[in-house]
């Protein structure tokens, strides 16, 4: 069975390597945890199924492009440590702390989040067809550990020729976190710092999330993103530790998480 055949009205992208690794950050006490440094990598791969709108994935802006793709990372660590960010254009870690163990001041890490976070770049191809896309929780890894999934928070950057799209998702939706332990270490419930407190952006992952199998998808309550026939999306992603996160305490410190990221996108009229 060639490509076209295998990918009929629908098309599913599990497309990245997955990391294991563990959450940490060494040798500092902040007002979240302290954590100590320890890191094991192991990649895997994705696969596209599905058919007529041919949804495929690259690493690189000029492919190639394929059902599947290795992540290839652009951060400087294999580790994640806490950040806070309203928006993925600036991110904080806190620098001092009041006597209630609250964060007082914060530095802005933008420049170096990659020693911070796991982030990187790839780009979807609607092949042949126009498709909305979303995001396939089945094909979705992020590990199985309550509390860092009840930590940690997805963040997506996507552009396409209609404009630029910012999504931060929870993680709880992964897994029953329901147990996860809490502590509040923020000055308000629901707010994470981008120079001042705001209000916590992050999306519930599955109104974003399609149904059903590869060959039967059944669309989100909302979209990812679309795409015109044969365009190409540019997809920057991080997945760190929100450090505002009432669950992003000790508790999390030396789990096991991973990365791997799955899309599935259903044709649609222009």
Request: proline residues 4%; charged residues 15%.
């Amino acid at each position: 069975m060639n490509r076209n055949e295998s990918l009929r009205k629908n098309a599913v992208i599990a497309a990245l390597a997955v990391l294991v690794l563990l959450l940490a950050i060494a040798g500092v006490t902040y007002a979240w945890f302290t954590f100590t440094t320890y890191t094991n990598v192991e990649p895997m791969r994705g696969t596209v199924t599905g058919g007529g709108v041919n949804l495929l994935i690259a690493n690189a802006e000029t492919g190639p492009f394929d059902a599947t793709c290795e992540l290839v990372l652009s951060s400087s660590t294999d580790t994640i440590q806490p950040v806070t960010t309203a928006d993925l254009q600036r991110f904080f870690v806190p620098v001092r702390q009041n006597a209630n163990g609250v964060p007082s001041s914060y530095r802005d890490v933008t420049a170096s989040v990659g020693s911070y976070v796991l982030c990187g770049t790839v780009w979807i191809e609607a092949e042949g067809a126009p498709a909305t896309v979303y995001l396939h929780k089945d094909r979705l890894s992020f590990g199985s550990d309550p509390q860092a999934l009840a930590s940690m928070r997805l963040g997506l950057r996507i552009t396409t020729r209609e404009g630029v799209v910012v999504r931060i998702f929870r993680l709880d939706d992964m897994g029953n976190t329901a147990n996860a332990s809490q502590a509040l270490t923020v000055p308000a419930e629901n707010t994470v710092y981008g120079g001042s407190y705001v209000a916590d952006p992050a999306l519930d992952l599955d109104s974003y999330a399609a149904r059903g199998t590869d060959n039967a998808l059944t669309a989100a309550p909302n979209a990812l993103f679309a795409l015109a026939a044969d365009e190409t999306g540019r997809v920057d992603y991080w997945l760190y530790l929100e450090g505002c996160d009432p669950n992003c305490i000790n508790a999390v410190k030396a789990k096991d998480v991973a990365l791997q990221l799955g899309f599935a996108g259903l044709e649609r009229s222009e």
